[in-house]
């Protein structure tokens, strides 16, 4: 198995860079697209390389959606604590900015994955294992949607599990959109959210 060659200061390590070719080669070819022969050629280095830092393919795509997560994380913990703080919409309007930059990266990537059966079932296996998902970030805006409406800052009619479905839906949907056909148009996060907690009365 191949040695690491010693890092020059400043350059991303070999870990990094087989992580950055694998997600550019997801957005060129698919997941399908996606070998170890492919990978080592684009970083450029040995495929036994990569096998020194990944077992196989599913981790180097978990660990693109890794290295994806703090765009998605970061936003949606900062909710946590700005309850009571500056005002409901500005909080989720940065979060859902967090939740449209992390769809952009992975949105591909997850429609690829879900067309390879094996490698979709061991993602589903993963996601449960670490109680990951979308579900997470769905209750992270309830909570805080629920925590605003004890305030008083958002009306009691809203029904926060709907509004975090309907805004972690939404990017999603212009995600997937814009990678499909291309013409999903900007994504006004003001209106979304705006609609989001205004009129969603329960049922």
């Known amino acids: 198995?191949?040695?690491?060659?010693?890092?020059?200061?400043?350059?991303?390590?070999?870990?990094?860079?087989?992580?950055?070719?694998?997600?550019?080669?997801v957005r060129e070819r698919g997941v399908p697209g996606v070998t170890t022969r492919a990978?080592?050629?684009?970083?450029?280095?040995?495929?036994a390389a990569i096998y020194v830092h990944f077992k196989d393919r599913l981790e180097l795509i978990l660990a693109v959606l890794e290295e994806s997560l703090p765009e998605l994380l970061v936003p949606l913990q900062a909710l946590k604590e700005r309850k009571g703080e500056g005002t409901p919409e500005e909080n989720l309007i940065a979060a859902v900015k967090g939740l449209r930059?992390?769809?952009?990266?992975?949105?591909?990537?997850l429609c690829s994955?879900?067309?390879e059966p094996e490698?979709?079932?061991?993602?589903?296996?993963?996601?449960?294992?670490?109680?990951?998902g979308p579900q997470r970030g769905v209750a992270t805006l309830a909570e805080y949607i629920?925590?605003?409406?004890?305030?008083g800052?958002?009306?009691?009619?809203?029904?926060?599990?709907?509004?975090?479905?309907?805004?972690?839906?939404?990017?999603?949907?212009h995600a997937f959109c814009g990678e499909l056909l291309g013409e999903s148009g900007p994504l006004d996060e003001r209106r979304l959210v705006g609609s989001a907690i205004r009129i969603t009365p329960r049922a």
Request: glycine content about 6%; overall charge positive; proline content about 3%.
């Open 113 to 115: 994955l879900a067309g």
């Open 153 to 173: 800052r958002i009306s009691g009619e809203v029904d926060a599990g709907m509004a975090g479905q309907i805004l972690m839906a939404s990017v999603f949907f």
């Open 1 to 25: 198995m191949e040695a690491e060659a010693p890092r020059r200061r400043g350059r991303p390590s070999r870990k990094a860079e087989i992580v950055a070719a694998t997600e550019r080669l």
């Open 39 to 47: 990978i080592a050629e684009s970083v450029p280095c040995s495929e």
């Open 146 to 151: 629920e925590a605003e409406k004890a305030l």
């Open 101 to 109: 930059q992390f769809h952009q990266r992975v949105t591909v990537m």
């Open 119 to 132: 490698l979709r079932d061991r993602f589903k296996a993963s996601m449960r294992r670490q109680q990951r």
